[in-house]
């Protein structure tokens, strides 16, 4: 079956460590995004990719960087910039076909701080 | 300024009770979602509407694009239907999500 693989479910990052989110997907979606999740509040996105080797920031891309080197795969490194890092991080992908849009999601990682 | 706004955000509700959520957007769209987010995290997508309603088993949707207004619906609720419910648009290349309405069904 078709879908996104976020690896690893859970991850703890050191002071001064930069940490690398994986995720890759089967489903053969052009476009792939990031989004980090914080208790209480909504899905807010990192960064966006509409085709390989071409990425947005988006609304939150400080201390994040990103590579879409390949349409399947999307990771996400959390870089020591970022201060503030624990949260849940989800990956989507999505594609507009003839009978609309399909939006797919992966299954999360916790990053937590040490 | 949230372009998505979800009603309400909580809500608990006694097994077999019909259940609301509402979703108000204020962006121009072509199609809204609705997903499903479990405890443990994963979030799967139960509607994608661009106009009337859906039906998939006790879950009804459905779109008044004109009001920029969209309404999730479960009939005869049951603990299993607990989780997050979130709604989502795409006005432009990304997504905008509601905050969310977490249910809670008790036995």
């Known amino acids: 079956d078709g879908g996104i693989t976020q690896s690893p479910k859970y991850l703890f990052r050191k002071e001064g460590q930069n940490v690398t989110l994986s995720c890759e997907q089967n489903l053969n979606h052009d476009a792939m995004y990031w989004y980090r999740q914080d208790p209480g509040q909504g899905l807010r996105l990192i960064y966006y990719s509409q085709i390989v080797n071409d990425f947005q920031k988006g609304d939150i891309a400080e201390g994040y960087s990103v590579s879409r080197e390949k349409k399947e795969s999307f990771p996400l490194t959390v870089t020591s910039a970022q201060k503030n890092p624990t949260a849940f991080y989800l990956c989507?992908?999505?594609?507009?076909?003839?009978?609309?849009?399909?939006?797919?999601f992966g299954s999360g990682t916790q990053l937590s701080v040490l | 300024k949230n372009e998505v706004e979800q009603s309400p955000q909580n809500l608990t509700a006694q097994e077999g009770e019909f259940i609301t959520i509402n979703c108000s957007y204020s962006?121009?769209?072509?199609?809204l979602h609705w997903l499903q987010q479990h405890p443990g995290g994963g979030i799967v997508s139960l509607f994608m509407?661009?106009?009337g309603k859906k039906k998939h088993g006790r879950l009804i949707a459905t779109i008044n694009i004109q009001e920029k207004h969209s309404s999730l619906h479960i009939t005869a609720s049951h603990p299993r239907d607990s989780a997050v419910y979130i709604c989502a648009v795409r006005p432009g290349n990304q997504f905008y999500f509601g905050t969310g309405t977490s249910l809670t069904v008790i036995p």
């Open positions: 509407l661009s106009s």
């Open positions: 962006v121009g769209i072509s199609a």
């Open positions: 989507a992908s999505s594609i507009s076909a003839g009978a609309g849009e399909k939006l797919f």
